[in-house]
């Protein structure tokens, strides 16, 4: 059992940045035995998965809707997964979330090119990232 807190959303004015975190502890659980990811959910829409990195930290996931702006990384010492975001938008306003599946899930978001919500567990209460225009 994993359990998460993410940390380090705020409001910030459109194309400024924000890292996000997410401290994952537990007493029987492997960080670096797990597929990480972010996921975001917006007022009234469903959950997005939006970044993934391997089990590895070698091979990582975007969506179309942050490539080239969001960075995904880990810190398996210190157990933590970070999200750096730049050029922010508007639309990136949401609550981010963090979670963990089976190391083989990678290989599945990678060959679909999507994350599927119930494939992760472990999730936080989030973190709430407003851009304002």
């Known amino acids: 059992q994993v359990h998460v807190v993410e940390s380090g959303g705020g409001l910030v004015q459109a194309g400024g940045s924000l890292r996000l975190s997410c401290a994952a502890t537990?007493?029987?659980?492997?960080?670096?035995?797990?597929?990480w990811a972010w996921f975001r959910q917006a007022p009234g829409k469903e959950r997005e998965g939006i970044s993934s990195i391997s089990w590895s930290g070698q091979m990582t996931y975007y969506s179309d809707s942050v490539k080239g702006r969001f960075t995904i990384s880990r810190d398996v010492a210190n157990s933590t997964l970070h999200l750096q975001m730049n050029n922010l938008k508007p639309e990136d306003t949401a609550t981010y979330y963090c979670a963990a599946a089976a190391p083989q899930t990678f290989t599945t978001v990678q060959r679909l090119g999507v994350m599927t919500e119930a494939d992760f567990g472990g999730w936080g209460q989030g973190t709430q990232v407003t851009v304002s225009s």
């Open positions: 537990t007493s029987d659980f492997s960080f670096d035995d797990h597929t």
